[in-house]
């Protein structure tokens, strides 16, 4: 199931989750892989096709970073191989698409 957001912080969602995100300039598109850990891709230059990243946060107005946060209108920050940090325009739109639970297969009973 797909959902519009203002913002979602990384730390709520499960490993799987994907995150597409539209900014004033550009269109990402973000697999979660645990903690801030994620595939990211969207960018022409740093990562045209997914690859590993970290995500810091967003940061606001006020250049203040809110840590494991995408937030629309504010700007996404995240690093590349561990120290190429990558600050984008500003969120303007933000979809998760959780991955669905697993249902335990019932055993039947014998009676």
């Known amino acids: 199931m797909t959902e519009v ?5 990384l730390k709520n969602l499960k490993a799987g989750s994907l995150i597409d ?3 004033t300039s550009r269109h990402y598109q973000i697999e979660c892989l645990g903690g801030n850990a994620i595939r990211i891709s969207g960018h022409p230059e740093y990562c045209p096709d997914p690859v590993p990243a970290q995500l810091q946060g967003s940061i606001d107005n006020e250049g ?4 494991g946060l995408i937030g629309r209108g504010m700007r996404l920050m995240f690093f590349l191989n561990e120290r190429r940090p990558v600050t ?7 979809r998760v698409d959780q991955p669905k639970a697993v249902q335990p297969k019932s055993s039947s009973s014998i009676h």
């Not at 957001?5 to 912080?9: C, H, S, T």
């Not at 984008?88 to 933000?94: E, F, G, I, L, Q």
């Open 88 to 94: 984008t325009s500003t969120v303007v739109s933000v």
């Open 64 to 67: 203040h970073l809110e840590l």
């Open 5 to 9: 957001l203002e913002g979602v912080d």
């Open 21 to 23: 995100i539209e900014t």
